[in-house]
């Protein structure tokens, strides 16, 4: 029990963690989200997932289970047994009336939930199977944006990439050394001879070109603004 539940921490771990150098964020979170995308049930198959949130959160470390499966939301355990079967359930959950078809969905999703009783994880993607019907649940993982504090070098750097320019240089903290950082921090105006402290919002591009940034970058605030590197 002990050796699978830690491979599938592992599994829901894996590429979560940023660059070294980029690794303090103002926020953390020890569950995952995913939004469901395909699924197969034994009675319901025509509900369009596309104009609902259909969710789901994974906490591995406290082994508990989250979401809305589209009108109400539902909570409960989720354990490896000793032989090795994966248990979902039981749930609670809230009960706001819903239409009928969001009903049937509802009860379909949760029971298909509570039967789950395997899984399999690709980048990006979860699949909850239930193996003595055949019906499972693929979700996709939801990309939260990642906020961290950096400092920001008074001068630019020069960088070579697909042409040679000028990059900002930033740390993560105060005692670190200056890196180049290749790419722009959207709503940050830059004014040489000014070193700052600034929080910084970094997303996921799902479909980055061949050569830009895995991610993008957004200025959440200004902290310090000051003339010397001391003041920071």
Known sequence: MKKLTGVFFLLFAVGMAPAAVFAQTATSSQGDDWRLVAYNFARVNNYNI???????????????????????????????????????????????????????????????????????????????TDKRTGHFMRFQRIIKPERYVWYVNKELADCVGVVKTKCLQVKDAKEAAWQNFF??????????????????????????????????????????????????
């Not at 039981?90 to 009860?107: H, Q």
């Not at 722009?184 to 980055?208: L, S, W």
């Not at 070109?209 to 993008?216: C, I, K, L, P, V």
């Open 50 to 128: 596309d104009d609902k949130e259909v969710t789901m959160t994974l906490d591995t470390r406290e082994g508990r289970i989250a979401g809305n499966s589209g009108c109400n939301r539902f909570m409960g355990p989720f354990i490896f047994e000793d032989s090795g079967r994966l248990t979902v359930g039981p749930f609670a959950g809230t009960l706001i009336a819903c239409p009928r078809i969001d009903n049937r969905f509802e009860a379909a999703f949760r029971e298909t939930l509570g039967n789950i009783d395997s899984f399999a994880f690709e980048t990006g993607y979860l699949t909850l």
């Open 183 to 232: 790419g722009p921090i959207e709503g940050f105006n830059f004014k040489k001879g000014r070193y700052y402290q600034i929080e910084v919002e970094r997303t996921k591009v799902a479909n980055p070109a061949a050569d830009g940034s895995a991610y993008s970058h957004k200025l959440i605030r200004v902290i310090k603004e000051v003339k010397k590197e001391k003041d920071l």
